[in-house]
T-cell receptor, first 111, second 113 residues
């Protein structure tokens, strides 16, 4: 089993739709969680960190469920410019340093 | 100017050749990383360095070596390139905390024939 798993998609949604992605992780000792965005052939860039209490940044909401070991990303009112691949990251420093990327979920927002 | 730069941006080489990818950063971070990205496999950590005197193997270090020449410079070498090392390579930097984000360079697209 992979340490971090994501549905690869693609998720094809119309503009204005709400879409949610989940990411599951296997290491219960994981400490920090992130969502990165990657445009085609470009470098990943941090979209948002994920806090235990959940957090929101404009149209984006991130949630953490430690009991079930998953994080989620909700995008409301999707824009064409949201089309990208969304990577979840799980990090820990118990024992060996780990900063594990999921394989990404591809989102296409359609006009 | 970009905070994290990588050279070259694209490289085609032949099996058996030695190749070096270079990374420089102006963010003043101590921590630097090398990843490779392959379709369907995501980003995988090759090597990381928490300061100039600290070098650590990542998930897939076989066939690679690194050099941390200065705080701002971290190079990745392929001693004898093979076709399955064809990939997109990213350098990244971060602050000293687990919860710090990583800042990525623009990537080097390497093709080994």
């Amino acid at each position: 089993r992979k340490e971090v798993e994501q549905d690869p998609g693609p998720f094809n949604v119309p503009e204005g739709a709400t879409v949610a992605f989940n990411c599951t992780y296997s290491n219960s000792a994981s400490q920090s969680f992130f969502w990165y965005r990657q445009d085609c052939r470009k470098e990943p860039k941090l979209l948002m960190s994920v806090y235990s209490s959940g957090n929101e940044d404009g149209r984006f909401t991130a949630q953490l469920n430690r009991a079930s070991q998953y994080i989620s990303l909700l995008i409301r009112d999707s824009k064409l410019s949201d089309s990208a691949t969304y990577l979840c990251v799980v990090s820990s420093t118990s024992g060996t340093y780990k900063y594990i990327f999921g394989t990404g979920t591809r989102l296409k927002v359609l006009a | 100017d970009a905070d994290v730069t990588q050279t070259p941006r694209n490289r085609i080489t032949k099996t058996g050749k030695r190749i070096m990818l270079e990374c420089s950063q102006t963010k003043g971070h101590d921590r630097m990383y090398w990843y490779r990205q392959d379709p369907g496999l995501g980003l995988r950590l090759i090597y990381y360095s928490f300061d100039v005197k600290d070098i650590n193997k990542g998930e897939i270090s076989d066939g690679y070596s690194v050099s941390r020449q200065a705080q701002a410079k971290f190079s990745l070498s392929l001693e004898s390139a093979i076709p399955n090392q064809t990939a997109l390579y990213f350098c990244a930097t971060s602050g000293d905390r687990t919860y710090n984000e990583q800042f990525f360079g623009p990537g080097t697209r390497l093709t080994v024939l």
